[in-house]
């Protein structure tokens, strides 16, 4: 049985295990950091500043922060220009770099497109090119070439995407022993016939995540403007087993993809329904597991990261341009079978770890555009980013490291009732029938704004 609880405030006597725990935050007007990854270790954290194209890399140990890119907008260096998506455990940073030996002309001018790169910690960067699929001919647009979406955890291998005018494929490049890279075109699909014996050609692909050693990599291709979530292993690609009545088909271009995998290789996220309804698939045994999203106005689910664990962490966004947008961090645990928020997450597994400025607040009636971005393998380090609605607009990150908590989600009481023991605060009684009832020694709920105890099953 799964369940959503409310952000709830939820007072439990719990048992943890001695590990360093830590809050860090990031705030600067002129930095603006947006986190993009983090090393399977935990060790370390790269991004981007989000109102340009300079890049950092994050020392989470000793909380050190070092640009190694610094492109500005109308700038022609291009020698400092790279927009970072991913670290390994060994440093080894990836992303995309304006390289100049491809230049293609825009409006008269010639400007040089986006390839895949890597980079060493001191901001050495090696291009990856464009592949063996590509010429530049076939790149019309600044927004073609290729892109660098992650890589692997010992550093070996990067995937991404080629994209040109009618061209286009998920890829990787393996690092060889000489130190080089080598590029390499993921299988697609054979292309399928119709019922009349027309050819139906495969329309875009991506590789989006990679395992820690490489192993196993997933994305998504599309073909009839239908988008399916797919991985490849052993030099196969293999399309995600789901139930036909979870999926969205015919014209929904980019509804239902693979988002993340976890570093052993074994879980892979993924959302079908055009981002409303995600969930872990277990590619080792071929199940899943939706996550109920609550009715309560959340109209899309972003950035959904598996972890060795089998837990997931996702995002519910709410609003829009005209009311504000706003977002839920959310956290499912396999082990217990519960989706929480991420404020009643930290309440659980760290409540000494508490937002250290004032302009975080991870209650969900805070109504901030907070969003969960990385993920270390074991789950107990989190990145995020926080977006501050208005012109111009400014981001913030902040880092989490709790502890290796084996703590279980307690399960929703039953028939409980409610005693009003003080101003906003309600005191329950339930059932003993409850899975945990011998652990509980009092649950005390806060009510903010009005909001009760609710449960969704």
């Known amino acids: 049985m799964k369940t959503f609880l409310s952000t709830a405030l939820i007072m439990l006597i719990i048992l943890s295990a001695n590990a360093e725990e830590k809050f860090l935050h990031w705030k600067d007007i002129t930095a603006n950091p947006v986190i993009t990854g983090v090393s399977s270790n ?69 400007t040089p497109i986006k390839v895949a790169a890597v980079w060493d910690e001191n901001g050495n960067v090696t291009n990856l090119g464009i592949g063996d699929d590509l010429t530049v001919e076939d790149i019309k647009v600044t ?72 192993s196993v990599i997933v994305g998504w291709f599309q073909m009839q403007h239908t988008s399916y979530p ?107 079978g519960s989706s929480v928020d991420l404020n009643y997450f930290l309440s659980i597994y760290a409540p000494n770890v508490k937002p250290s400025a004032d302009s975080l607040n991870f209650a969900f009636e805070a109504k901030q555009q907070l969003s969960t971005t990385a993920v270390s393998a074991d789950g107990t380090l989190v990145a995020g980013t926080l977006i501050h609605s208005g012109m111009p607009r400014a981001m913030e990150s902040w880092i989490f490291r709790i502890d290796e908590n084996q703590t279980d989600i307690p399960d929703v009481p039953e028939s409980p009732t409610g005693e009003l023991i003080g101003d906003r605060t309600v005191k329950l009684k339930w059932k003993k029938t409850c899975r945990h009832f011998k652990r509980f020694h009092h649950y005390v709920i806060q009510r903010l704004q009005q909001r009760t105890f609710n449960s969704y099953r």
């Not at 286009?168 to 699909?189: I, T």
């Not at 597991?289 to 990261?305: L, Q």
Request: net charge negative; charged share 20%; proline share 4%.
């Open 42 to 110: 935990g060790k370390y954290a790269v991004g981007y500043n989000g109102l340009t194209e300079s890049s950092f890399i994050w020392d989470i140990d000793n909380d050190t922060k070092t640009w190694l890119t610094s492109f500005e907008p109308g700038s022609t260096d291009y020698s400092k220009s790279g927009v970072f998506t991913d670290i390994s455990d060994n440093k080894t940073i990836t992303g995309q770099y304006r390289d100049t030996r491809y230049t293609i002309t825009v409006d008269g001018t010639s």
């Open 143 to 214: 927004s073609h070439g290729t892109v660098a979406n992650a890589i692997s955890a010992d550093g070996t291998v990067v995937v991404g995407e080629y994209n040109g005018q009618g061209k286009f494929g998920a890829c990787c490049w393996r690092k060889q022993a000489d130190g080089s890279w080598k590029y390499e075109p993921l299988p697609l699909p054979e292309y399928p016939a119709d019922d009349d014996g027309n050819i139906i050609p495969i329309e875009d692909a991506s590789a989006v995540d990679v395992s820690a050693d490489g």
């Open 230 to 336: 797919c991985y490849w292993k052993d030099g196969q690609i293999f399309r995600m087993q789901y139930d036909m009545g979870d999926w969205t088909s015919l014209m929904n271009e980019k509804q239902n993809l693979a988002t993340s995998v976890s570093p052993n290789g074994r879980f892979m996220g993924f959302y079908f329904n055009g981002k409303r309804i995600p969930g872990i698939y277990d590619i080792e045994n071929k199940i899943y597991v939706k996550m109920e999203v609550p009715d309560d106005g959340a109209k899309t689910t972003e950035n959904i990261i598996a972890d060795n664990n089998g837990d997931l962490f996702y995002t519910l966004m709410y609003g829009s341009v005209f009311t504000g947008n706003y977002s839920r961090p959310m956290w499912y645990s396999a082990k217990s």
